[in-house]
């Protein structure tokens, strides 16, 4: 039995505590930080050696964990308002709470049962036939791939032999070990019958199976994958041919553009994380090409909060917004101009992120995610790359934007309206808007003095 297996099964055992662990550290956790109800969070079971630990966090703060950690199962993921609303379960929430991991339950008990099928099953040594092999004697290629010789001959004398009579049996292993000193072409490219090697039908039952060097590279075909696919390595991004957004085969490979972008990793042998192929979409995206990964909603939604999440706590940390987090507005602009929740399954363009100073005058700035998202793909801890480039992207925005503030400029514009001078509507007087330059001059020195200090200033 899974760890997944047996998660859910002390999740349903212990389904009320569960509620009530999920709405006291939402809660906690929504009165201490700056996330609200809308946020998504996740419950999980940690496996230790005393048993199972529940944990009940934010979905982002968790979700490397999630990802790498066999011990740690995801029980449920929902919104803070769904946790929130298990303060006093009534009978129908638990039935209803029950009834989905009872679903969850046996789909892991399914996957438990073919894994184990799979497992058990001899696996098919395939061994693969050069050109260079093709000249070699017989009995070299067999010491290259440790076949034993005696059990080879016999192999071939046993299912080849028109008559079981021991002579004839004797006749075919004389004839078969005198091909051991000949080149292995000559039983190589036998065949039992117009479609069949001699060799793969003799070795079927000992799960061996022969076929020979393609003469030219594959062409690459694969179009697609799935995001959770875990089996692609850097290296194999050569068999993956992209598509233009008009739906026309590219001549390009995702491996060559990935080299054009500067974003392959310099140990191509590693297998990429959920969190690079993703960003690979997006950067696709950006480049008007047909991103390769498929069923990322989930993940382009946990994404999207993590970046919110690492707006809020870089700006409660230094201060950045006059007024609380609460106040701060945080929207991710999309290629075709509207402002998405993090819930929107439209790639990411640009983060727009308003603050507020002391008069109540907003400024507003914006960094371009794609462009950052294409400089850490190949970053090994992907998401700290993704935290520090941001931090930095903001500082720089900020500060330019900031020092560019004329108060004149800003004063001016509130009294002219459609080129016709009149006396300004708004709040904010030239008194007001020179305060707010004296604001915006501090927070500029102050970012700046945050960039020097910071180590991804280089």
Request: proline share 4%; hydrophobic share 35%.
């Amino acid at each position: 039995m899974s760890v997944t297996t047996q998660a859910f099964t002390y999740a349903i055992n212990h389904i009320e505590s569960l509620m009530k662990q999920a709405t006291t550290e939402t809660k906690k956790a929504i009165d201490n930080s700056a996330f609200d109800k809308t946020d998504y969070f996740v419950i999980t079971l940690k496996l230790t050696p005393s048993g199972f630990i529940s944990d009940v966090s934010i979905e982002s703060d968790k979700f490397e964990v999630m990802c790498y950690h066999p011990n740690v199962v995801a029980i449920f993921v929902d919104q803070g308002s769904k946790f929130l609303s298990w303060e006093n379960p009534t009978k129908n929430d638990i039935k209803a709470f029950k009834n989905i991991l009872i679903a969850k339950h046996q789909q892991a008990q399914k996957y438990d049962t073919d894994a184990d099928r799979l497992a058990e099953s001899p696996q098919t040594q395939n061994i693969l036939i050069t050109d260079k092999d093709l000249e070699q004697p017989t009995f070299a290629f067999l010491k290259k791939h440790n076949i034993n010789t005696d059990i080879f001959i016999e192999t071939l004398a046993d299912n080849f032999s028109f008559n079981k009579d021991s002579r004839f049996k004797d006749i075919h292993r004389y004839y078969f070990k005198e091909l051991l000193n000949q080149p292995f072409k000559y039983l190589a490219t036998a065949f039992s019958d117009e479609n069949t090697l001699m060799l793969n039908d003799a070795f079927e039952n000992k799960n061996i199976h022969f076929s020979f060097e393609a003469l030219e590279p594959a062409e690459p075909t694969i179009t697609t994958l799935p995001i959770n696919d875990e089996t692609i390595a850097w290296t194999d991004m050569k068999n993956i041919v992209l598509t233009e957004k008009t739906g026309k085969l590219s001549n390009k490979t995702l491996y060559n553009f990935l080299e054009e972008i500067d974003a392959m990793p310099k140990d191509q042998s590693t297998k990429a994380s959920i969190i690079a192929k993703l960003f690979i979409n997006y950067s696709l995206s950006d480049h008007g090409i047909k991103p390769i990964f498929t069923d990322t909603t989930y993940h382009q939604q946990t994404v999207k909060n993590y970046i919110r999440n690492i707006v809020h706590n870089f700006i409660n940390i230094y201060g950045i917004n006059y007024m609380n987090n609460g106040k701060t507005t945080i929207a991710l602009v999309t290629k075709d101009g509207d402002f998405t929740a993090p819930t929107d399954e439209k790639d990411p363009y640009l983060l727009a992120v308003t603050i507020e100073t002391p008069n109540g005058f907003k400024q507003c700035s914006t960094i371009n995610l794609n462009k950052i998202m294409q400089t850490i793909i190949s970053e090994p801890k992907i998401l700290d790359a993704l935290s520090n480039a941001i931090e930095k992207a903001l500082i720089d925005a900020w500060s330019q934007d900031m020092a560019q503030f004329n108060p004149i400029t800003s004063y001016i514009s509130q009294c002219v309206n459609d080129g016709i001078l009149r006396a300004p509507k708004h709040r904010h007087t030239l008194e007001a808007l020179t305060e707010e330059q004296c604001y915006f001059e501090r927070k500029a020195k102050q970012l700046k003095d945050i960039l020097e200090k910071r180590p991804w200033k280089n």
